[in-house]
């Protein structure tokens, strides 16, 4: 009987600690994924705050080479700025915005951007010019561009703040996982974007200037004439022949950093010559990660970056003259499109050049007259 009791009692106690251990064990396992979700929450956040800190430093020496830009052209005039005046100035450039036209009615809103873009430029030629009123062209395109890559390198930081804001306010492991996982392409595009600083404020061409250099060597090898017309604002027309047809080569005006209006210029060109038998455009093209840098590809249209306007405006004139449209593209990283030219891009340029000859001869015949376009940025090309 004792016996029996105990062995009851046993069962008893046996049982009910069962379902007591595992009630334990599961609070234990929440409790350890709610601290381990924490610790992760933590770990990322830790993570995207030293990337922020990296960009924010980026940015700030952005700002720092623009404003050295403008003293240093000031002290070439013999004047002297209030650096608390120079530095508020700045930052509104950097901080100023272009609203987008309403696309509601997509009719006519080509011609709205060209407005807006036209605009824009114009606008910050005149608060350059405030600043420093007798600045060189050249150095005026250039200051420019520094303040572009420093609104670049703006945005980047401020909008990697906000995501990170936005997930560490509602504790969303899913929105910083997201940012986490976007990083390491961003921190690509904001270096390129600081080696592009360093480049434009030292004068020299970038990757993106291959398009403008490559037809200016074509022009040097074939005896062109190099002394430029002015054919548009900010756009030069050098004009020669190649194998019995006469070429005509438009690009934007260097060395400053510019990128021309190249449509404007071409507009130009068929109000004085009506006979064009082809368009060849020359530019920089987005490499995938299994090409080399400097491989040629032949193309048909339009090779031009950008949000499309001018590429709209030369598409159409082409369509209405039915003159067909021939591309020669020199592939290349983002970073090696922004940072200062290298030497395989430089040697692709040969390779680019024997390439719009031959499209040239198999594409025209003798006493044709063919439009070559250099697209792209024409820092540190001359003319």
């Known amino acids: 009987m004792v016996v029996g009791g105990c062995s009851r009692c046993y069962r008893l106690t046996n049982n009910t600690a069962f379902p007591l251990d595992w009630l334990l064990w599961l609070v234990f396992i929440t409790i350890f994924f709610y601290f381990n979700r924490e610790l992760e929450i933590m770990r990322i956040v830790k993570e995207i705050e030293s990337y922020i800190m990296l960009f924010k430093q980026i940015r700030d020496k952005a700002v720092s080479t623009v404003i050295k830009a403008f003293r240093k052209e000031a002290a070439k005039e013999g004047n002297v700025i209030d650096i608390k005046f120079l530095e508020a100035r700045v930052m509104d450039l950097i901080e100023s915005e272009v609203i987008e036209p309403v696309k509601l009615d997509p009719y006519g809103i080509v011609a ?30 250039n200051l420019k561009n520094l303040i572009g890559s ?109 990128v021309g209006r190249l449509d404007d210029a071409i507009m130009k060109v068929f109000e004085i010559e009506d006979k064009i038998s082809a368009i060849v455009t020359v530019d920089a093209a987005l490499k995938l990660e299994s090409e080399k840098t400097g491989t040629i590809v032949s193309g048909i249209g339009v090779a031009m970056g950008g949000i499309g306007v001018e590429k709209f405006n030369i598409e159409k004139i082409a369509t209405e003259k039915k003159i067909p449209l021939y591309a020669v593209l020199i592939k290349m990283s983002i970073p090696e499109a922004y940072a200062t030219m290298d030497k395989d891009i430089s040697e692709a340029i040969d390779k680019a050049i024997e390439r719009i000859e031959r499209t040239i001869e198999e594409k025209t015949h003798e006493g044709d007259t063919v439009l070559l376009i250099g697209v792209g940025n024409t820092i540190g090309v001359y003319p």
């Open 112 to 141: 709205k951007l060209k407005h807006l873009l036209v605009t824009t430029d114009e606008n910050l030629n005149l608060e350059i010019k405030r600043i420093v009123p007798n600045i060189t062209t050249a150095m005026l395109e």
């Open 150 to 258: 420093a609104k670049v390198l703006n945005f980047y930081y401020k909008a990697l703040d906000h995501d990170y804001r936005m997930g560490k306010k509602f504790k969303s492991i899913w929105i910083l996982y997201q940012l986490q996982a976007l990083l390491p392409f961003i921190t690509e595009i904001v270096r390129a974007v600081e080696s592009n600083v360093e480049a434009v404020s030292k004068g020299f061409p970038i990757g993106d200037s291959a398009g403008p250099l490559t037809v200016v060597r074509f022009a040097l090898k074939n005896g062109f004439n190099l002394e430029p017309k002015q054919i548009a604002e900010k756009t030069v027309l050098l004009e020669g022949t190649y194998r019995d047809r006469r070429v005509i080569i438009i690009k934007a005006e260097g060395p400053g950093g510019s």
